[in-house]
């Protein structure tokens, strides 16, 4: 018997905009790349769901797919200047496991959006994720360390809502804040430093900046070798104050302790002293 098989329709691609709504699809199943010997990689986790932001970004506004543009037509992105985990139970995720994500958008600003990403595994709410981004470009092409904010060609439109991440994160960056979750922001000396050289290869992103969700992985190394039984992560808030260049390495400081260690506050800084992320972690669930 033969079979006939029609190809007319295999060389036609589909259009970018139907793969953007099946990229938002909030089911997945989970295999070995979602997962380390802990559950749920916090590392994938957020690739993905920065991923889902940008996606939801430029539905949102209109566009067939993120290539976001400012006025003048000079590439721009949503670079992610703040992100809060909470309620994290991420050992409970296997393998084979059903990953819903239910998410939604908000409007914070002109240039500022916020998504929500609620996680659930058999009904069971495994944590909750808060990403806020802000539209950037280069001012000098090629410096990453010229990063600016930037309007875009396709405005976003209000009704603009009040966010209590994008708040604290201009308090901290503008340091009008000493302390949160009662561990001081500011630092004299810190308690102990990590240096990393991060690889092009992996650290960096398709628009060659050291992508956001490789702050969180860069601290875990330095607490892996210092804390190595330490408990499961249940709350994690990161402020992004700054990007660098490929030839740059990197310190992770321990900053502070809450007087029971359970609760952490780090930076990642350049060398030359200049932090370019704020990391606040808890090891134990919120009063």
Known sequence: MNLAVNT???????LSRDLMDRALEPHLLIGMPHLTPHGL???WLMKEL???HWLMLARDLGMNNADFRTIDGEEAYAAICATSLSEARFDIVKANSILTIRS???TVSRSQTSTTHDLYVANRKIGRVELISAFVHRAIKGRNQSLARTALQVPQAGPYKLNQLAKTAADIRNSRISGHWGIPVTITEPLRSFRFD???SQEFNGAG?????????LADRALDAWFPHREALKRRDIFFLGNIERSESLVFDLVAASDNGDN?????????GDPIAKIFMSYRDPP
């Open 209 to 217: 900046l050291f992508y956001f969700a490789e702050f969180q992985a």
């Open 104 to 106: 939604e958008l908000s």
């Open 50 to 52: 920065g991923h889902r």
């Open 41 to 43: 990689s916090e590392t």
């Open 264 to 272: 952490l506050h780090g930076q990642i800084r350049r060398r030359s």
């Open 8 to 14: 007319s329709n295999m060389s036609m691609a589909p």
């Open 198 to 200: 991060p690889a092009v």
